[in-house]
């Protein structure tokens, strides 16, 4: 009777362990799935809005360096002028890259780790 009941116990909790795994196992799948396509859906939103930006960015660069050129009379200047800012531009992001690192790991690891 005592053997019986345990045999019965054990059947049970052998089931037990196998739905929990089963179901582990899914949930794991169903989260891996939630964050690659959270990461996508980030990355496609940051790839439009950057393209867009850059393409902006460019007009206006364009316009200023033109501007510039006109109002200094030199064409060449002008344009002279304005890759000298974004080379200066780029020297300053490049001597500043470390404290971006922080920010952006805080801001991805949100979505990552919820």
Not at 4 to 20: A, M, Q
């Amino acid at each position: 009777m005592a053997l019986e009941e345990i045999r019965e116990n054990l059947s049970e909790v052998d089931g037990d362990i196998r739905s929990y795994l089963e179901n582990t196992g899914e949930y794991y799948k169903l989260q891996g799935f939630k964050i690659g396509m959270r990461s996508m859906t980030i990355f496609a939103k940051m790839l439009m809005l950057g393209s867009i930006a850059l393409l902006a960015l460019f007009m206006l660069s364009f316009a200023a360096a033109y501007g510039i050129g006109l109002w200094l009379e030199n064409t060449f200047l002008g344009f002279l002028f304005v890759g000298l800012f974004y080379s200066l531009v780029g020297i300053v992001f490049y001597l500043y890259r470390d404290l971006l690192d922080k920010p952006m790991l805080k801001k991805f690891s949100e979505y990552y780790f919820d």
